[in-house]
């Protein structure tokens, strides 16, 4: 009894000094940025490494999510007699929730694990170190960008989908099931508000490239030096960016849309 | 370099990819683009009862789209609602006995306003009030009353 | 005044004690070998100098500075003045040779494209690897990816250089250039250089200086040619290699023996 309580007691002493180091190790990153604004090509080799790589998949799954809700969204709709209203339910459901949620998901298994793996290895050969030593900040040389560049991109990314998907819905939706091309974007347009949904649906993405981001960076940057340590770092950022965007995503949810 | 310069390349397509696939859901998707109605005007009408109309409901005549209800408030004289419309200015030749209708849009869609335009030669100015109004059809009431009567018929 | 002033370092990684009451002098424009049985803690040492670890007690002063009680800008403007050869090389893995060397150069001077060329080509070619410019780290052998780690720790042409065992690794032949190297810097640079190393002979050959090192303390210092005629047991058993002495070949613990009949000895 005496030791699980122990345990107990161990387990979040450590998970409190954990997200202390966190809180830290983002103090860091923050007082690093300003200077890379001098140096942006570190940061636009990052964009690329974070972001134009991230373009594919972002797309590709963009396109299959909105032509599903186009499917599934018309034949519920067509119960009721209001298929016109396909392209609101695709844009409202894709702008709001699926774009930042699932884009930032996306991210997270495919930059967020790419940055722990990268920046564990980098630790764990003595690279880190190494720069310390030539008088290199790591944490500007190496981190800050990396923080930026996926900061930048996550909107962007969350857009790219958002839009493929609408593209994607009313492809099926118009060309397969024959919904009406005019219906389709008039009701879309009356009904989707740049404020509300858009705007809303960017915050979002962009609170969660901040979090993804962060989290990969100081999972690698923690990481214990070895092939294993990189290896579990790799997969908790994983496991906690996904917590993270969808506990996130409930409680920005009801603060945006609560009162509506 | 060459590797570098083609790096700087596809970075800046992706921004610019990015950046688009935001103005598409600016301009394709959502209602930015007739946000220019705020250099309208607004109009003034009082209701019984609004039922279930909301701020950035449709305002509409002969089912046109002109304008959109920019504020609800209640007035605290009569206990009526106060509905502030604002109106495209390209439809600024309403004349001043204007009704104002709350109608569904279909049995179970959204609530919005129509009106209608009277005979007046004057046109309804920045600030005026809608005399002539119509409350929402309240469902509820609107069954109590058939059931009401109904039950009167009966007795007879 | 010596460069590097060491007064009761003491340091311990966990129950580990690696340092207790520790005390160097490194002088300026001299060769200091550091040896001491692996796993003493020369690499520590190395790091509590370069002031990426910290000691439980005692000072270390480089150049007149206290080097734990420097901001963090004024310990990066120290190491701008240090030089140091990891043990493992530490070249950044995505960049090639060329770019490894140019990577001081690039961060912390706003040289022109040709002169940084230049530089480093003097560089390589100081350690035979001119030619291997555009190679990737991956692409060297370990040996090769230390020489390579050797001319980066000098491009920016530092006061001293720290080498964490330069000459594993190397071949006979690029052992001696490293040697001699090693020794034209100091002597043409006016560098002051910590030398860590095992090997007995090479480091006896280009120190000015030597310090033994052992279970957390100094054993023994003095001129190479003062310990090689050292009476002291360990000294001896150190520099001439032999099996049997007072130094333990083992890494601390309970004894053989014991261990193989007692199971439950925990490991
Ligand atoms: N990160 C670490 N965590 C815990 N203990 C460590 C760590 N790094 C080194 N040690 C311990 O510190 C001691 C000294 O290590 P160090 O690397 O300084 O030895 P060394 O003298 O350089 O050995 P070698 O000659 O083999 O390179 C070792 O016994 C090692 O077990
Ligand atoms: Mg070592």
């Not at chain 3, 009761?8 to 001299?30: A, M, P, Q, Y």
């Not at chain 3, 990577?103 to 002169?115: C, G, N, V, Y």
Request: glycine share 10%; aromatic share 8%; hydrophobic share 45%.
């Amino acid at each position: 009894m005496i030791g699980i309580i122990r345990s107990l007691g161990r387990w979040g002493l450590s998970t409190f000094e954990r997200l202390g180091r966190g809180h830290l190790f983002l103090v860091q990153i923050l007082a690093g940025i300003p200077g890379l604004f001098l140096r942006f090509s570190l940061v636009i080799q990052q964009l690329f490494s974070v972001g134009v790589l991230s373009v594919l998949i972002i797309a590709v799954s963009g396109l299959f999510v909105g032509m599903v809700l186009s499917l599934q969204g018309y034949y519920v709709l067509v119960d009721f007699g209001a298929e016109e209203s396909l392209g609101v339910m695709v844009s409202l459901s894709l702008v709001r929730e699926l774009g930042p949620v699932v884009s930032a998901l996306l991210f997270a298994g495919r930059a967020g694990s790419a940055l722990t793996a990268e920046v564990g290895l980098m630790k764990s050969t003595e690279q880190l170190s190494g720069m310390e030593m030539m008088a290199v900040d790591p944490m500007r040389r190496v981190i800050a960008p990396r923080f930026l560049a996926g900061f930048i991109s996550m909107p962007l990314l969350a857009a790219m989908f958002s839009a493929v998907g609408i593209i994607g819905a009313f492809l099926v939706g118009h060309g397969l099931l024959g919904v009406d091309d005019g219906a389709f974007w008039s009701q879309m347009q009356a009904k989707t508000d740049w404020y509300d949904d858009i705007l809303n649906g960017v915050i979002k993405s962009i609170v969660f490239g901040f979090v993804v981001t962060w989290i990969a960076l100081y999972e690698g940057y923690d990481a214990l030096p070895t092939s294993e340590g990189v290896g579990r770092a790799t997969t908790r950022t994983v496991v906690h960016s996904a917590f993270a965007i969808l506990g996130l995503d409930f409680v920005l949810t009801a603060l945006m849309f609560g009162e509506g | 370099m060459l590797q570098k310069k083609s790096t700087e390349i596809t970075v800046g397509m992706f921004v610019a990819a990015g950046i688009a696939a935001l103005f598409m859901l600016a301009m394709k998707v959502s209602n930015l683009s007739d946000f220019s109605d705020e250099v309208g005007y607004q109009v003034i009408a009082e209701f019984e009862n609004i039922g279930g109309l909301k701020v950035r409901s449709p305002v509409t005549m002969a089912g046109v789209r002109v304008g959109r209800v920019s504020g609800i408030s209640l007035d605290s004289v009569n206990y009526n609602a106060r509905v502030t419309l604002s109106l495209y200015s390209t439809f600024d030749n309403l004349p001043t006995d204007t009704s104002a209708s709350i109608y569904t849009a279909g049995l179970l869609g959204e609530q919005y306003i129509s009106l209608e335009a009277g005979a007046e030669e004057e046109f309804l100015q920045n600030g005026d009030v809608v005399e002539l109004t119509q409350s929402a059809l309240v469902l509820e009431q609107v069954i109590g009353q058939f059931l009401f009567s109904k039950a009167e018929g009966d007795e007879e | 005044m010596p460069l590097i002033k060491i007064r009761d370092l003491h340091f311990s990684r966990g129950d580990r004690v690696i340092f207790e009451g520790v005390n160097i002098d490194i002088h300026r424009g001299k060769i200091t070998a550091i040896m001491g049985p692996s796993g003493t803690g020369k690499t520590t040492l190395l790091r509590l100098i370069g002031g990426q670890l910290h000691p439980d007690k005692g000072t270390i002063e480089v150049d007149g500075q206290n080097v734990h009680q420097l901001s963090h800008s004024g310990l990066y403007a120290l190491r701008k003045r240090m030089g140091m050869l990891f043990q493992s090389g530490a070249l950044l893995t995505d960049l090639t040779v060329f770019e490894n060397v140019a990577f001081p150069l690039r961060e912390h001077t706003d040289l022109p494209e040709s002169m940084i060329r230049d530089l480093v080509l003097m560089k390589l070619q100081a350690v035979g690897l001119r030619c291997a410019r555009d190679l990737m780290p991956n692409e060297l052998s370990g040996g090769m990816a230390r020489r390579v780690a050797l001319a980066r720790a000098v491009t920016l042409d530092p006061m001293m250089i720290m080498y964490d065992e330069p000459f594993t690794g190397q071949d006979p032949i690029s052992m001696g250039t490293l040697v001699n190297l090693i020794h034209r810097m100091n002597d043409a640079m006016g560098l002051t250089s910590i030398v860590v190393s095992h090997d007995v002979d090479e480091a006896t050959e280009i120190a000015d200086y030597v310090y033994l090192l052992s279970g957390g303390k100094v054993v023994s210092e003095g001129s190479p040619v003062d310990l090689k005629r050292s009476s002291s047991q360990w000294v001896k058993q150190f520099m001439q290699g032999l099996p049997d002495g007072p130094v333990p070949f083992h890494y601390p613990g309970v004894d053989f023996k014991e261990d193989m009949l007692n199971p439950e000895v925990s490991p």
